[in-house]
C-alpha cells in the first residue's frame, strides 16, 4: 500500500520540544520525508528554557504510517514529543453541527412573539390549514437525514451511534452548499417496518428525507415503502446521489472520446444500491448496451430463480441479449466500466480488453476496484471517489442542488426526469472548450453547481407533475 498517497484524513499535530540550536527542524523534516509522510504547518508555540515548542502538522497514509513517523522522530537526539493529536478527531469533538438562532430572543415582546402567547394563533392558523407549516415552520427548509448504520461508508454494520459522525458530515454539507437545515437521525433499529414506522412518524416536521448507509437490498423496499407513503421527497443518497454524478461524469467523457451515449457498452461492476440506481438512470437516457456483473458474474435471465428483487430488476431491464459469463467476457469490447463494488475488484486484464478509448469510473472508496497508476497507459479517461486524483466522482455534486430544488418547488418527490436534469446540470457547469481527460466534472467547492442544479430540479419538478408550489 505504500503507493497510496499521504493525505489531510490521517493528519496529526505534534507538540515538539526542540533543542535551540541550528538544524533541530531540519532533522525532524528530514526523518518524515524518510518516512514518506507529508508536513505541513509548522508553528512556534513559546520559548521554554533550552528549548523551542513547535507545533508540527504531517499527514500520513494510515494510523500505522502516523504511529511510524512519530516514533522515528521520538529517536531524534535533542527531541521531545510531549502530545500528538489526532486533527480528524479534534474536529468532531462534540460534534461538528449546532442549532442557532434565526431572531434574538432578548425582550419581553420578542419572547411573547417567538413563544407564547403569539405562538399560539400561529398554531391555530396551521391546525386551520396543514399547508401553512410549510411557510410557518422550519419544514420548509429542512432535512432529514436518516441512517440506521447497517452500511456505513466502507465500514460495515456499524450500528446508529457509530454512524452518527457521517450524518453530521452530511448535514454539514446540506448547510454549507445548499443552505438547506439537515438533522441526523439515527435509528436503533435495522427492521424495515421500524425504520419505515419511525420515518413516518417524524416526517411531519420536514420538508426531505435523505436515507443514507442503509445496506441492500433492505434499502430498496424502505425508499420505495416511503416513497408511497409520505407527501415530502425521499432520496436514497447513496443510490442515486451516486447514480446522478456518474451519468453527469459520462455526459462529459463521452464528450472528450467523441462517442455517442446511444452507441455505448457499458459495464455496471457491483449490483448493490448504486450499481441499480447507476442502471437505472443510464436506462432513461437512452444507453445502448447496459451489462452489471456480480460477483457471480454476468447478471441474466437465466439467473432470475437465485436473484434478490433489486437484481432481478437488473436482468430483466438490462443485458437485452441475455449474456453469461465472467467479469472478462463482460468487459470485452466495452466502452465504459463503473465500478461500485469493493477494493481490487477489477482486473487490469479487464481494462485491456474494451474498446478503443476506454473509460474507467472506479468508485470504491477509500480503496478503488482499481488503482489508477495500473492503468494510466491504458484507459483514455479515469474517475475515482478520491479526493487525490483528478474526476472525483463525489455526490456533494448532486444532492444539495436536488434538495434545494425540490424544497423551492415543495415537491412530493425527487423521480427520474429530476435526477436527470440535476446529471445534465452537473455536467454543463464545464464548458465544451474546457473538457479533458483529467476534467470532465467540476470541483465540488464550485458553488455555482448547486445553484445550476437547484434550477434545473425545480423547473424539472414543474414539468413532470410533482411541484406543489405556484409556478413563478
Same mark, same amino acid.
Given at each position: 500500500?505504500?503507493?497510496?498517497?499521504?493525505?489531510?484524513?490521517?493528519?496529526?499535530?505534534?507538540?515538539?520540544?526542540?533543542?535551540?540550536?541550528?538544524?533541530?527542524?531540519?532533522?525532524?523534516?528530514?526523518?518524515?520525508?524518510?518516512?514518506?509522510?507529508?508536513?505541513?504547518?509548522?508553528?512556534?508555540?513559546?520559548?521554554?528554557?533550552?528549548?523551542?515548542?513547535?507545533?508540527?502538522?504531517?499527514?500520513?497514509?494510515?494510523?500505522?504510517?502516523?504511529?511510524?513517523?512519530?516514533?522515528?522522530?521520538?529517536?531524534?537526539?535533542?527531541?521531545?514529543?510531549?502530545?500528538?493529536?489526532?486533527?480528524?478527531?479534534?474536529?468532531?469533538?462534540?460534534?461538528?453541527?449546532?442549532?442557532?438562532?434565526?431572531?434574538?430572543?432578548?425582550?419581553?415582546?420578542?419572547?411573547?412573539?417567538?413563544?407564547?402567547?403569539?405562538?399560539?394563533?400561529?398554531?391555530?392558523?396551521?391546525?386551520?390549514?396543514?399547508?401553512?407549516?410549510?411557510?410557518?415552520?422550519?419544514?420548509?427548509?429542512?432535512?432529514?437525514?436518516?441512517?440506521?448504520?447497517?452500511?456505513?461508508?466502507?465500514?460495515?454494520?456499524?450500528?446508529?451511534?457509530?454512524?452518527?459522525?457521517?450524518?453530521?458530515?452530511?448535514?454539514?454539507?446540506?448547510?454549507?452548499?445548499?443552505?438547506?437545515?439537515?438533522?441526523?437521525?439515527?435509528?436503533?433499529?435495522?427492521?424495515?417496518?421500524?425504520?419505515?414506522?419511525?420515518?413516518?412518524?417524524?416526517?411531519?416536521?420536514?420538508?426531505?428525507?435523505?436515507?443514507?448507509?442503509?445496506?441492500?437490498?433492505?434499502?430498496?423496499?424502505?425508499?420505495?415503502?416511503?416513497?408511497?407513503?409520505?407527501?415530502?421527497?425521499?432520496?436514497?443518497?447513496?443510490?442515486?446521489?451516486?447514480?446522478?454524478?456518474?451519468?453527469?461524469?459520462?455526459?462529459?467523457?463521452?464528450?472528450?472520446?467523441?462517442?455517442?451515449?446511444?452507441?455505448?457498452?457499458?459495464?455496471?461492476?457491483?449490483?448493490?444500491?448504486?450499481?441499480?440506481?447507476?442502471?437505472?438512470?443510464?436506462?432513461?437516457?437512452?444507453?445502448?448496451?447496459?451489462?452489471? *456483473? +456480480?460477483?457471480?458474474? $454476468? /447478471?441474466?435471465?437465466? @439467473?432470475?430463480?437465485?436473484? =434478490?428483487?433489486?437484481?432481478?430488476? &437488473? #436482468?430483466?431491464?438490462?443485458?437485452?441479449?441475455?449474456?453469461?459469463?465472467?467479469?472478462?467476457?463482460?468487459?470485452?469490447?466495452?466502452?465504459?466500466?463503473?465500478?461500485?463494488?469493493?477494493?481490487?475488484?477489477?482486473?487490469?486484464?479487464?481494462?485491456?480488453?474494451?474498446?478503443?478509448?476506454?473509460?474507467?469510473?472506479?468508485?470504491?472508496?477509500?480503496?478503488?476496484?482499481?488503482?489508477?497508476?495500473?492503468? *494510466? +497507459?491504458?484507459?483514455? $479517461? /479515469?474517475?475515482?471517489? @478520491?479526493?487525490?486524483?483528478? =474526476?472525483?466522482?463525489?455526490?456533494? &455534486? #448532486?444532492?444539495?442542488?436536488?434538495?434545494?430544488?425540490?424544497?423551492?418547488?415543495?415537491?412530493?418527490?425527487?423521480?427520474?426526469?429530476?435526477?436527470?436534469?440535476?446529471?445534465?446540470?452537473?455536467?454543463?457547469?464545464?464548458?465544451?472548450?474546457?473538457?479533458?481527460?483529467?476534467?470532465?466534472?467540476?470541483?465540488?467547492?464550485?458553488?455555482?453547481?448547486?445553484?445550476?442544479?437547484?434550477?434545473?430540479?425545480?423547473?424539472?419538478?414543474?414539468?413532470?407533475?410533482?411541484?406543489? @408550489?405556484?409556478?413563478?
Amino acid at each position: 500500500m505504500s503507493d497510496i498517497q499521504p493525505s489531510v484524513s490521517y493528519s496529526f499535530t505534534m507538540r515538539l520540544y526542540i533543542e535551540n540550536k541550528p538544524g533541530m527542524l531540519a532533522k525532524v523534516l528530514n526523518v518524515i520525508a524518510d518516512k514518506k509522510g507529508d508536513p505541513g504547518a509548522v508553528d512556534v508555540v513559546k520559548v521554554e528554557g533550552n528549548y523551542k515548542v513547535r507545533d508540527l502538522t504531517v499527514s500520513a497514509r494510515d494510523e500505522e504510517h502516523s504511529e511510524d513517523i512519530v516514533q522515528a522522530i521520538k529517536k531524534i537526539e535533542g527531541i521531545k514529543v510531549r502530545n500528538v493529536s489526532d486533527r480528524v478527531f479534534l474536529l468532531h469533538l462534540g460534534g461538528k453541527i449546532r442549532i442557532e438562532n434565526k431572531v434574538p430572543v432578548n425582550t419581553r415582546d420578542a419572547l411573547s412573539m417567538a413563544y407564547t402567547p403569539g405562538v399560539g394563533r400561529v398554531c391555530q392558523a396551521i391546525a386551520e390549514d396543514e399547508e401553512k407549516a410549510h411557510t410557518l415552520t422550519i419544514k420548509q427548509n429542512s432535512v432529514a437525514v436518516v441512517s440506521d448504520g447497517s452500511a456505513v461508508l466502507g465500514l460495515g454494520n456499524i450500528g446508529p451511534k457509530a454512524a452518527m459522525p457521517v450524518m453530521e458530515g452530511k448535514a454539514m454539507l446540506f448547510k454549507e452548499f445548499a443552505d438547506v437545515d439537515a438533522y441526523p437521525i439515527c435509528l436503533d433499529s435495522q427492521d424495515v417496518d421500524e425504520v419505515v414506522r419511525a420515518v413516518e412518524l417524524i416526517s411531519p416536521g420536514f420538508g426531505g428525507v435523505n436515507l443514507e448507509d442503509i445496506s441492500a437490498p433492505r434499502c430498496f423496499e424502505i425508499e420505495q415503502r416511503l416513497k408511497e407513503s409520505l407527501d415530502i421527497p425521499v432520496f436514497h443518497d447513496d443510490q442515486h446521489g451516486t447514480a446522478v454524478v456518474a451519468m453527469a461524469a459520462t455526459i462529459n467523457a463521452l464528450k472528450v472520446v467523441g462517442k455517442q451515449l446511444s452507441d455505448i457498452r457499458v459495464v455496471i461492476v457491483g449490483a448493490g444500491a448504486a450499481g441499480v440506481a447507476i442502471a437505472r438512470i443510464l436506462k432513461n437516457a437512452g444507453t445502448g448496451t447496459i451489462l452489471c *456483473t +456480480d460477483s457471480t458474474g $454476468i /447478471i441474466n435471465r437465466d @439467473r432470475l430463480s437465485e436473484l =434478490n428483487e433489486s437484481k432481478k430488476w &437488473l #436482468a430483466e431491464n438490462t443485458n437485452p441479449d441475455n449474456l453469461g459469463g465472467s467479469l472478462l467476457e463482460a468487459t470485452s469490447g466495452a466502452d465504459l466500466i463503473i465500478g461500485v463494488s469493493g477494493p481490487g475488484i477489477i482486473p487490469k486484464e479487464a481494462v485491456k480488453v474494451m474498446a478503443d478509448d476506454p473509460i474507467v469510473f472506479a468508485l470504491a472508496n477509500p480503496e478503488p476496484e482499481i488503482r489508477p497508476e495500473k492503468i *494510466t +497507459d491504458i484507459a483514455r $479517461i /479515469i474517475a475515482t471517489g @478520491r479526493s487525490d486524483y483528478p =474526476n472525483q466522482i463525489n455526490n456533494v &455534486l #448532486a444532492f444539495p442542488g436536488l434538495f434545494r430544488g425540490a424544497l423551492d418547488a415543495r415537491a412530493s418527490d425527487i423521480n427520474e426526469k429530476m435526477k436527470l436534469a440535476a446529471a445534465h446540470a452537473i455536467a454543463e457547469q464545464i464548458d465544451d472548450n474546457d473538457l479533458s481527460e483529467e476534467y470532465i466534472v467540476p470541483s465540488v467547492f464550485n458553488k455555482k453547481v448547486v445553484r445550476r442544479v437547484s434550477r434545473a430540479v425545480k423547473e424539472a419538478a414543474f414539468e413532470s407533475g410533482v411541484a406543489r @408550489r405556484p409556478r413563478p
